[in-house]
């Protein structure tokens, strides 16, 4: 039975209660976003989500950055109900189909410096297995074990993902992972781990990385990839530099090491271009890719360059790896955001909410930092009235953070945290959020963030 509303034999209160009840009862103390956000939805469109409670909330989660067009987009509706209703198998392993010749010659369009030269190969549903596929692939090209990643990192959580993804507090209950990794700094203007911020850092973080490859005595043996990402996500919406990122390109190549690129989150136009990378220029050896190619359905893929293709049938396998409906959700996607000018969209909204928000940070001492790149935007919350460090830099403030997400849901806004102390509010709105819809976020995050902080012990606003 599918049910998209309330049981008619009880109140509104009562049944979101009982759903929300049962779900604690029933799920894993692992569940993460359910904590949160207390909501039943039942209907969704765009940016807009419903709840059972007949409340409307703006969604700046975007699925996590999955739903590039936002809930329900027509184009990605009628391109499954056009499978649904013609009658071609939904579920194939991975043979060769219309629907996946499609996607494949969609996708391979996008890619950074041409189509040319690229392989695909599809994994397992989530990026997780994607970014496990790409330290695979390059183990076996290179005959290298090692990997070099960064501070701040995420890949995702499962064995491989998770030990070159950098939060210690996940990472810490389970035993020491069998992948050897190198953990070079991540440039952070911020909290700058060399205590200077800017280009000098930037420069000092790609003169280590150089150092630990070329100095015999670095004690770093020859690595099979360096994997990173070109704008942070969990790790708080820090955007590395295009000028560091081209050094990681210059050294890697340099060294004969693969270069890892994970867009899972960053894709599909999110940053204001298709690719994060292309802001730099820089043509990575292997680029990993889920959430918004699938249009809003569970799909991952890496593409890397065709001389890495060196392991055999059955190296890397997953039973969903050739979802049919993600697939032409997929391709719908990526066509509408390249041919409806999303793309520049995302740049020019990301500019306008970046400026707006800094502005606000003038005004709100409990805001420390505003970075981002196109509609991938973070807030960094710090104690409002605590001494900065010699870069200007005050504590986290994880409690104050949690406040205004809590505010946010008040108004009407969905926000998620992420970051050092899970302290960062972060905005992932869909590419298709409207003028007027930019307009209610910024209104009523600035509004969360004036009541959390009047009320918040110590501040004296």
Same mark, same amino acid.
């Given at each position: 039975?599918?049910?998209?509303?309330?049981?008619?034999?009880?109140?509104?209160?009562?049944?979101?209660?009982?759903?929300?009840?049962?779900?604690?009862?029933?799920?894993?103390?692992?569940?993460?976003?359910?904590?949160?956000?207390?909501?039943?939805?039942?209907?969704?469109?765009?940016?807009?989500? +419903?709840?059972?409670?007949?409340?409307?909330? @703006?969604?700046?989660?975007?699925?996590?950055?999955?739903?590039? @067009?936002?809930?329900?987009?027509?184009?990605?509706?009628?391109?499954?109900?056009?499978?649904?209703?013609?009658?071609?198998?939904?579920?194939?392993?991975?043979?060769? *189909?219309?629907? $996946?010749?499609?996607?494949?010659?969609?996708?391979?369009?996008?890619?950074?410096?041409?189509?040319?030269?690229?392989?695909?190969?599809?994994?397992?549903?989530?990026?997780?297995?994607?970014?496990?596929?790409?330290? $695979?692939?390059?183990?076996?090209?290179?005959?290298?074990?090692?990997?070099?990643?960064?501070?701040?990192?995420?890949?995702?959580?499962?064995?491989? #993902?998770?030990?070159?993804?950098?939060?210690?507090?996940?990472?810490?209950?389970?035993?020491?992972?069998?992948?050897?990794?190198?953990?070079?700094?991540?440039?952070?203007?911020?909290?700058?781990?060399?205590?200077?911020?800017?280009?000098?850092?930037?420069?000092?973080?790609?003169?280590?990385?150089?150092?630990?490859?070329?100095?015999?005595?670095?004690?770093?043996?020859?690595?099979?990839?360096?994997?990173?990402?070109?704008?942070?996500?969990?790790?708080? *919406?820090?955007?590395?530099?295009?000028?560091?990122?081209? +050094?990681?390109?210059?050294?890697?190549? #340099?060294?004969?090491?693969?270069?890892?690129?994970?867009?899972?989150?960053?894709?599909?136009?999110?940053?204001?271009?298709?690719?994060?990378?292309?802001?730099?220029?820089?043509?990575?050896?292997?680029?990993?890719?889920?959430?918004?190619?699938?249009?809003?359905?569970?799909?991952?893929?890496?593409?890397?360059?065709?001389?890495?293709?060196?392991?055999?049938?059955?190296?890397? *396998?997953?039973?969903?790896?050739?979802?049919?409906?993600?697939?032409?959700?997929?391709?719908?996607?990526?066509?509408?955001?390249?041919?409806?000018?999303?793309? +520049?969209?995302?740049?020019?909204?990301?500019?306008?909410?970046?400026?707006?928000?800094?502005?606000?940070?003038?005004?709100?001492?409990?805001?420390?930092?505003?970075?981002?790149?196109?509609?991938?935007?973070?807030?960094?919350?710090?104690?409002?009235?605590?001494?900065?460090?010699?870069?200007?830099?005050?504590?986290?403030?994880?409690?104050?953070?949690?406040?205004?997400?809590?505010?946010?849901?008040?108004?009407?806004?969905?926000?998620?945290?992420?970051?050092?102390?899970?302290?960062?509010?972060?905005?992932?709105?869909?590419?298709?959020?409207?003028?007027?819809?930019?307009?209610?976020?910024? #209104?009523?995050?600035?509004?969360?963030?004036?009541?959390?902080?009047?009320?918040?012990?110590?501040?004296?606003?």
């Amino acid at each position: 039975m599918v049910v998209s509303q309330l049981p008619s034999s009880l109140p509104a209160a009562q049944a979101v209660a009982d759903v929300l009840g049962r779900q604690q009862d029933r799920e894993s103390a692992a569940r993460t976003y359910a904590r949160t956000l207390p909501i039943v939805p039942v209907r969704a469109d765009g940016m807009v989500v +419903e709840g059972a409670d007949g409340r409307r909330y @703006l969604d700046c989660l975007s699925g996590a950055g999955t739903l590039a @067009l936002g809930h329900n987009h027509p184009v990605v509706v009628d391109a499954i109900r056009r499978l649904l209703d013609s009658g071609a198998p939904l579920h194939v392993l991975d043979l060769g *189909t219309f629907e $996946k010749d499609e996607f494949t010659t969609t996708l391979l369009d996008t890619m950074p410096g041409g189509p040319d030269g690229w392989r695909l190969h599809f994994c397992g549903p989530a990026g997780t297995d994607a970014v496990e596929a790409a330290l $695979k692939l390059t183990q076996i090209a290179t005959g290298r074990s090692g990997v070099l990643a960064f501070t701040g990192g995420y890949h995702g959580m499962t064995a491989a #993902a998770l030990a070159v993804s950098a939060n210690v507090g996940v990472k810490s209950p389970l035993p020491r992972a069998a992948i050897e990794v190198t953990r070079l700094p991540f440039p952070y203007d911020y909290r700058c781990p060399f205590g200077l911020g800017g280009t000098l850092a930037a420069d000092l973080a790609a003169r280590y990385a150089e150092t630990m490859l070329t100095d015999p005595h670095s004690g770093v043996v020859p690595p099979a990839a360096m994997i990173l990402e070109p704008v942070q996500g969990e790790g708080g *919406t820090v955007p590395a530099p295009d000028g560091w990122l081209r +050094e990681m390109r210059r050294i890697t190549a #340099a060294q004969g090491i693969p270069l890892i690129v994970d867009e899972v989150q960053t894709g599909v136009g999110r940053t204001g271009a298709f690719w994060a990378v292309e802001h730099s220029g820089v043509v990575p050896d292997v680029l990993v890719m889920s959430k918004a190619i699938g249009g809003s359905l569970p799909l991952a893929v890496i593409a890397y360059r065709e001389e890495l293709d060196t392991w055999r049938p059955g190296a890397h *396998t997953g039973t969903f790896r050739g979802n049919q409906l993600a697939m032409v959700a997929g391709s719908a996607t990526v066509r509408h955001v390249r041919e409806s000018g999303l793309v +520049e969209r995302a740049a020019t909204v990301g500019d306008r909410m970046l400026r707006e928000l800094r502005l606000l940070q003038g005004q709100q001492p409990a805001i420390g930092d505003v970075r981002g790149r196109g509609l991938m935007i973070g807030l960094e919350i710090v104690e409002p009235d605590a001494a900065a460090n010699a870069i200007g830099a005050r504590p986290a403030a994880p409690d104050l953070a949690r406040r205004i997400r809590a505010e946010c849901l008040d108004r009407g806004l969905m926000v998620e945290l992420g970051g050092r102390h899970d302290a960062v509010v972060r905005l992932l709105p869909p590419l298709t959020i409207t003028d007027l819809q930019v307009d209610a976020v910024l #209104a009523r995050l600035a509004d969360a963030v004036r009541v959390a902080s009047s009320g918040y012990p110590g501040s004296r606003r």
